[in-house]
């Protein structure tokens, strides 16, 4: 058996995926599970909502150029 694992961004289009699929042959069963954008990440201090934000946000920084180097980095830690 096979499994496929689809994300969806908005819950109407689940409806026609999921009706879509059952009509493809060879599928023997469809099953439905809904993943919290809230819902903690195992092991660590935040939720997969606050940190896909928090990439977002770096992405934008890194496009907008703000963003520090290794060496810099370096140079403030020294400082503590």
């Known amino acids: 058996m096979t499994e496929v694992i689809v994300s969806v961004e908005k819950s109407a289009d689940i409806r026609n995926i999921v009706a879509n ?3 493809i042959r060879g599928v023997a069963e ?3 599970q809904e993943k919290m954008e809230f819902e903690p990440i195992y092991g660590l201090p935040y939720t997969y909502k606050e940190r896909m ?3 977002r946000r ?3 920084n890194y496009a907008m150029g ?3 180097t ?3 980095l370096k140079k403030r830690v020294a400082v503590w």
Do not use: L
């Open 21 to 23: 699929v059952r009509q």
């Open 58 to 60: 770096a992405e934008e």
């Open 66 to 68: 703000q963003t520090t």
């Open 70 to 72: 290794s060496e810099e």
């Open 30 to 32: 469809v099953e439905v």
């Open 53 to 55: 934000e928090d990439i």
